[in-house]
C-alpha cells in the first residue's frame, strides 16, 4: 500500500510517500480503506519534534511511529472474527489517537476505538477534518459544562479547533464571540458566532467584556492579561498551552474562584457519535481551505505548519 512514510525528524521534505506493508486485522480489529485524512497542528509538530520533549515519547534520535495522521474517513475492508461493531462496506471516519497512521491508503483500528459510521450528508474529505478539531473542543467544552446563555469566547476561532469550539458551544445554547483576524471573519460569522472580534483592530482586554469561558485554541493570548477579561468564577480553557501557561494556569486555579483548563485531551467513540449527530442535524459543518493528494503531503505540511490556514487541510489518500 502506498503511505506517507518520515524515518527522521525535521522539515516536510522528510516526509516521503512510499510502498510499504499492508496490514492485517487481528481478531478484534477492522480494516479501514482510508479515503481522507487531514494535517494537523500536532502532525507537524510532531514531524519536527517541536516541542523537543516529544522526543521522549515518540523516539529520542528517530520516530518510532513512521506514519502519521490521527483522523481519517473510508470504508471498512475486513474485520476480524471477534468484531461486532462493524461490518466490511461500513463507511467510518474517527480518530487514530496516539497511535497515527492515517497517511496510508489502510489503517487497523479496534473496534472500540474512537469511530463511528460517517454521515451520509458529508464527504471523505469533510468527515476527516472533523475529528482532530471536534474532539479536542468537544473535551474542554464538556469538562467546562457550558450552560445556554453563558458567554463564550473563542481565539482563534477560524481554526481546526476554534472553528469547532464556535459551533459546539453555540450547539449548546452559548452567546459566542470569536476572535480571529480580518480575513477570516466572514468565516466565522458563517459558522455560528454572535460577534466577532477582529484582533488586528481590537484587543479583547481592553473592552470591558467579561466571559463564562475564554477559550484559546491557538496559543495567542497572555494568560496574565486576559484572566481579568473572565466573570469571578470563570473559566479558562488553553487547549494548545504549553509549559508557562500550563504553571500559570495551576496557580490561577489555586489562588482564585477562577478555573484554568489545560493538559492531553481524551476521547471515545461516543464523542465521534456525538459530532456525527450534530453534523446530521446541520448544527456543525467541516471547514476545509485545501485539498491535497497524498503524493503532495510535504507541501500540505508546509502550509499548515504557517499557522494561518482556515479551519482543516484534508489530505486525499
Not at 230 to 247: F, P, T, V, Y
Request: glycine share 8%.
Amino acid at each position: 500500500m502506498k503511505a506517507a512514510v518520515y524515518t527522521q525528524y525535521g522539515s516536510p521534505a522528510v516526509l516521503q510517500v512510499k510502498e510499504v506493508e499492508k496490514p492485517m486485522p487481528k481478531d478484534n480489529e477492522i480494516l479501514v480503506r482510508i479515503k481522507a485524512t487531514a494535517v494537523n497542528s500536532g502532525d507537524w509538530r510532531l514531524r519536527k519534534a517541536n516541542p523537543f520533549a516529544v522526543r521522549f515519547i515518540f523516539g529520542l534520535l528517530r520516530p518510532k511511529i513512521n506514519i502519521l495522521g490521527s483522523v481519517f474517513s473510508g470504508e471498512v475492508e475486513s474485520v476480524g472474527s471477534q468484531v461486532k461493531l462493524f461490518k466490511a462496506g461500513d463507511q467510518v471516519f474517527g480518530h487514530t489517537d496516539m497511535s497515527f497512521g492515517a497517511y496510508a491508503e489502510y489503517k487497523c483500528l479496534p473496534e472500540n476505538a474512537s469511530i463511528a459510521l460517517k454521515p451520509a450528508n458529508i464527504s471523505h474529505n469533510e468527515a476527516a477534518v472533523i475529528p482532530f478539531g471536534g474532539v479536542a473542543a468537544l473535551h474542554f467544552l464538556k469538562k467546562a459544562a457550558i450552560k445556554p446563555g453563558q458567554k463564550v469566547l473563542v481565539v482563534g476561532a477560524s481554526g481546526a479547533v476554534g472553528s469547532a469550539a464556535v459551533q459546539l458551544a453555540k450547539s449548546f445554547g452559548a452567546d459566542v464571540t470569536g476572535v480571529c483576524s480580518t480575513s477570516n471573519i466572514a468565516l466565522v460569522k458563517s459558522i455560528g458566532a454572535n460577534k466577532v472580534i477582529d484582533y488586528t483592530k481590537e484587543d479583547f482586554t481592553q473592552n470591558g467584556e467579561t466571559y463564562d469561558v475564554i477559550f484559546d485554541a491557538v496559543k495567542a493570548i497572555s494568560v496574565s492579561r486576559s484572566i481579568k477579561s473572565l466573570h469571578k468564577k470563570g473559566i479558562m480553557i488553553l487547549s494548545a498551552a504549553g509549559m508557562s501557561e500550563m504553571l500559570q494556569g495551576l496557580w490561577i486555579s489555586k489562588t482564585s474562584n477562577k478555573k484554568v483548563m489545560t493538559g492531553v485531551i481524551s476521547h471515545e467513540a461516543a464523542d465521534i457519535v456525538f459530532l456525527k449527530g450534530l453534523i446530521e442535524t446541520g448544527k456543525f459543518k467541516p471547514v476545509i481551505e485545501k485539498a491535497y493528494p497524498l503524493e503532495q503531503i510535504a507541501d500540505a505540511h508546509a502550509y499548515v505548519e504557517k499557522g494561518h490556514k482556515k479551519g482543516n487541510v484534508a489530505i486525499e489518500v
